[in-house]
């Protein structure tokens, strides 16, 4: 069998993340930085690694991996990549559309740049996913995190862009909470998806036909997503 490896980086703002409730944890550096490593491993369970780096004053990096075999990868293997990465400046999260309308009591809570919005994309870009964007309820707390939240929880609704394909043909209409209409002459698709049926179907309507795309082709003409929304 094809051994299995799941592995993921996190940044967090500065005070994000909790790092005094990492258990069993033991001091490393990486790069100079303070460091945290923990590794956990229970019978015919994963083994599950985590590596925190205080990448700036009580801002933390995070690798966390789980894996069905004891060296995929080790914990050095882990160190060595934390230590090769480097930072980058700021850029604006940009999408391909302006949005007339969001429900009340909803925040953006992730941006895919030619990918979906959900974290189980982070495997790589796509050709055909231009952009996607996770909206959650207000309020979620921004501290005291030891990981990132579940891509959809509950109540959240998803917008996704994307190329209207022979392989993925996109159906106008909606369906068990997902509304999906054609643009671009049938070349896009164009969708709403609430969780649960969290958002009524007239409302999953108002927030799709309140999408205006720019040129999905074209990233110069892609909006930030700071401005791109408005109420």
């Given at each position: ?92 999260a ?50 005291g ?15 996704m ?61 892609w ?7 408005t109420?």
């Amino acid at each position: 069998m094809t051994p299995r490896l799941d592995a993921s980086l996190t940044l967090y703002r500065p005070g994000a993340y909790a790092v005094q409730r990492l258990a069993g944890t033991t001091s490393t550096t990486v790069a100079g930085h303070r460091a945290l490593k923990a590794e956990h491993h229970q019978g015919f369970g994963p083994w599950l690694r985590t590596l925190a780096w205080e990448y700036a004053p009580n801002a933390w990096a995070v690798l966390d991996s789980s894996a069905d075999r004891a060296d995929l990868p080790t914990m050095g293997q882990l160190e060595a990549t934390a230590a090769a990465l480097t930072g980058a400046a700021a850029r604006p999260a940009t999408v391909p559309f302006r949005l007339s309308y969001v429900p009340a009591g909803y925040d953006v809570f992730a941006v895919g740049d030619h990918m979906t919005g959900s974290l189980d994309a982070v495997g790589g870009p796509s050709a055909t996913e231009y952009s996607g964007l996770i909206f959650a309820r207000s309020g979620l707390p921004q501290t005291g995190l030891l990981g990132p939240y579940d891509n959809m929880m509950w109540g959240a609704f998803q917008i996704m862009i994307s190329a209207n394909t022979a392989d993925s043909p996109g159906t106008p209409g909606c369906d068990s909470g997902l509304c999906t209409r054609l643009a671009e002459g049938g070349k896009v698709t164009v969708e709403v998806a609430s969780d649960a049926g969290s958002l009524s179907k007239a409302e999953t309507m108002k927030v799709l036909n309140g999408i205006s795309l720019t040129d999905v082709n074209d990233t110069k003409t892609w909006v930030d997503v700071r401005t791109a929304l408005t109420r």
